[in-house]
């Protein structure tokens, strides 16, 4: 942390800072320059309750943080990117490319189970769908709830996969854990810190999507509160940010993989479907994120997406998500990985 | 709802979703034009609903909407302000404005009771203190949770003055409930659905922060679901947008007073401390808001702002804040208002 | 500046860094930390240029500019608010505020004689009016170009006004010049910076409009530009910036009045005419903006907005243009400012 | 275009819009729902003049453009991918991917030649080397002008590389012409309308940037400008626009390549070097640009960034720039491109 003191500072509010500095356990290191009066403070220190112990301090004119934030999600703390396993022989991280897909709802039984059949065909090992839908309005559906989880999981079992499925209720984690392999939170909900203490406390893998208007710092702190409870297991999902554009529902944001990746040791995911809000966007997207390093990808399958209850316009029919995972396959080869 | 199909629809496209409206239980409204196809649909939808259940159909450019898609919250259901009360004597919404005052974080009973009395002299009838503590980082100051609550209550009991203060967790609304008169939603959970849900099943009125890059209309569709659980006593707190600029801890946006009020029925209370992040920037900013029909204020006063656990930098020292709702009392009469 | 070196910066890294700012002229102060060592560099400084010297070294996490950018526009250069003048008794920065009204665009003789007359009446000292006009789309109205640059000045002349009219092309300057007391360069155009210069050539008022996404910073060092040609009569324009709200066209930024004003010592002019895009919202924007302390006032009057060639749903009629004069006093009053 | 009215307009106000439209020349098409009544106009309109010429109409609540506003630059009006030819054997648009490179800066004749045999070596048939120089502070390297365009000259002709190089100022136009064999337009200048037709009244190829904060609309209609006066030789460039996010200097918008080549015929270049402002994000955004269908790589490569005057630390090395080319063949191949 740097205290930029004011031109004008006097050397009494000099002094008061500096006390306040050493009050608070750190050893301060003034340099006075022509103009300005800075001081460092160098060592381990929480930026937030810094701010809120020398911001009002008279004769400051800013404090300039300089270490990150964040601890246990940044590669300070663990060098080497994290492989985590979801289930045995299904992992993320690694050379190989986990791909997760499904509807956007589970809307029934049928819908679930023909597209858990078609996505592990073209390659999927996981399966997603939302039995608890965050919609802007309270009069759209919502979605199935318990009766949405039993469906995922009896997919799941008859196919093979592994279950994807979104929490957004603290009270609603040991239900949704029951069903599901990997929690989702949505972007909605990444600084609804009581439900990322929840999951927190849980050993399972949760798959934190990014804030709309979320910088990577703040997404990396999110990703800290749930590990700062305990579990490591945090997957990092780029699903598009919130830009001036009104062409796109958001504006994806890919270039954020090869920077989470050198701030953090965590899997990036990218979910083309939301991050674009148009299926025909969501084939470039995929391989862009693919040649850019992604770790995984999250897309929206559906069997008829003119009849999805929800998100139907930016949903892939079986056959086209096929034939994307084969284009894929190309890129991944040509950068070394493999799906 | 206007339908806008592509340039080269076909016949076949266009009849599919002339079918699909009136199986939704709609009458479409077909014109055609030299170039362009578009169908109306008039009457009272669910947008949300619509959008879903129409968006994948091919020969589709793009889907207008034409209504808000609030209902509970907007003019059109109740053209007259509306004035809520808080307990006896006390309203918002009215020709009086209310001011609210206090510390950002209830530290110690001590603090709370002497601001109590300094902001009660001053003329707030309102005062506020978290003890629950949304904090970007999770290694910060989390507030006191019910001993803060506590400390509010005696303070308020002996002053004569009611309390806000924020509930962050679904299953603490009973709790706070116990304590609170008004329930504050902050920022980071204006959509936090269940939350939202939760007060809207109290009868206590709810201040509902605006989201940090929140439209008025997801604001409203905010407000919307708390009064869809059959709770109308919701108050809109402006407090700061974010914006590309860094120089203030958010871009506090003045011009929303006139615009929700126009949109809406509901109150309108800014709170230049957090929409600010500078003291010095809070007189200008609360004469301002006066200035342009604001019906409250909600404003951070704090004993030693130096001492502060949180936000020092943008608390107001006692007398500061006496003097300022001096000078609001003049632009509330230059506006036909009283403080 | 600072230079923060990377967590695991090599001792030759860091003796290079130093070497380098040496060789620029300046003196390195370093400070080792437990975990980071950081360079200071104090003194005067051109910000820019150290960035693109430094930028490529290896070893270097970041660097983090401590001074403002800009000189002459600062409060550091000048710590009284300036007083521009436009003519003999028409000043603006000074307890009076200047009112400056007319139509977006000259359309016709008869249009800018009786917009005139009106705003001189109700209180304005200064006629506004485009002849060259930036549209979005090369299919609209461009303006009236020198016809309307005359009957502006005809216009002025006969009322007793002064004219502010845009300029949006460098080779136009001079002939622009002819006709009008203040330059008005236009959002798009604020790093226009060849135009900037040729405005800074002379000795005529410049209204500086802020572009849509420019930071408090980015526009005073656009006022630099201008200022570092030898012209210091630069007025800062507030117009609207650009957020993710769509009700209104753009979302006008009043808290910058305070903030502007805090790190300038130049006027600030409010244009509540652009910065909401509604007739309705000019009046609530323009007694807050009065009440936070602006010089002045930029707003768009037409003797008939319907039949405007353009921007007639921001522009106000004669008569409520005068209303809300009359209300404006008071205000001014309120906050010890006169109209 | 799609005129709302309010909920409450009077049949009297109904009458004076639908004659209004009938007066500038078109058909309206009213449609009465059950709480609103529209009016749709189908044709071929000028958006922006019937915005300006319906804006101030009482009882409308909104207008609602329809059609896409740009003509020549859009699919409707060529419906096959534009091929553009700088010279004889060198074009972008078709099949093979174009590489453009070189410094940021023209510094010297040796490192523009040095840098020009390099580039030449790696694949690269453009060289790129900005003369005049577009910056924040007026106290900043503004450029070489003619020195550096005669440098870029000397070194195309004796590699045999095309020019392309920035034009700032329409007075420079004519000069640059002479040097260069592309025109590019910086993103500050996107909507300096001046500019742009100046430059689309030669016949050269312009490359386009993309403003900072500019939709895709509003860039598509800049090039519209430079089509409209008769060159359609318009070449876009996405370079990163502004979000919140402050660890990169922009954010690359990637997915503006499938979405611009959907909506427009011209081709689509990227330039990870301002896009990104970190060399070592250049290499993965350009392999997600030639995932995505980039039609041109615009890339700085400096000898020795760490003594570059201007964005040394986003320029790459020769012997990176070369490794780079190399990896992108393979993706290229896998999309079905060459480079």
Not at 48 to 76: N, Q
Not at 141 to 167: N, P, R, W
């Amino acid at each position: 942390m740097i205290i930029v003191m004011r031109d004008n500072a006097r050397e009494k509010e000099i002094q008061q800072v500096v006390e306040r500095i050493k009050e608070l356990g750190y050893t301060p290191h003034p340099s006075r320059g022509a103009k300005k009066m800075i001081i460092g403070i160098i060592g381990d220190l929480n930026r937030e309750e810094l701010i809120d112990s020398l911001g009002a301090y008279p004769g400051i004119d800013k404090l300039v943080p300089i270490l990150e934030p964040y601890k246990l999600a940044g590669r300070s703390f663990k060098d080497e990117p994290s492989v985590i396993e979801i289930a045995e022989g299904v992992a993320i991280g690694g050379k190989e490319i986990l791909l997760m897909a499904g509807p956007c709802a589970v809307e029934s039984e049928e819908q679930v189970i023909s597209t858990a059949r078609a996505v592990k065909r073209a390659g999927a090992r996981v399966l997603r769908g939302g039995a608890f839908k965050p919609r802007t309005s309270p009069y759209s559906f919502q979605g199935l709830h318990e009766e949405g989880l039993k469906y995922l999981k009896t997919a799941a079992d008859e196919t093979g996969l592994k279950v994807i499925t979104e929490v957004m209720d603290p009270r609603d984690v040991e239900l949704v854990g029951r069903y599901t392999d990997i929690f989702q939170i949505g972007a909605r909900n990444m600084q609804n810190f009581y439900l990322l203490k929840e999951v927190g406390n849980t050993d399972k893998p949760v798959l934190l999507k990014r804030g709309l208007t979320a910088t990577y710092k703040e997404f990396l702190m999110a990703a800290e509160y749930i590990m700062s409870e305990g579990n490591y297991n945090v997957i990092l999902c780029e699903r598009g940010i919130r830009t001036f554009e009104d062409y796109t529902r958001n504006t994806l944001d890919l270039i954020s993989i090869p920077v989470l990746k050198k701030l953090s040791h965590l899997p990036v995911v990218i979910d083309p479907s939301h991050g674009t809000g148009h299926w025909d966007l969501v084939g470039p997207a995929s391989k862009g994120a693919i040649a850019m390093g992604a770790d995984g990808l999250l897309i929206e399958v559906h069997p008829e997406p003119m009849k999805a209850l929800s998100d139907g316009q930016q949903s892939l029919k079986f056959e086209k998500y096929a034939e994307l995972v084969e284009q894929l396959k190309d890129i991944a080869r040509a950068v070394g990985r493999d799906i």
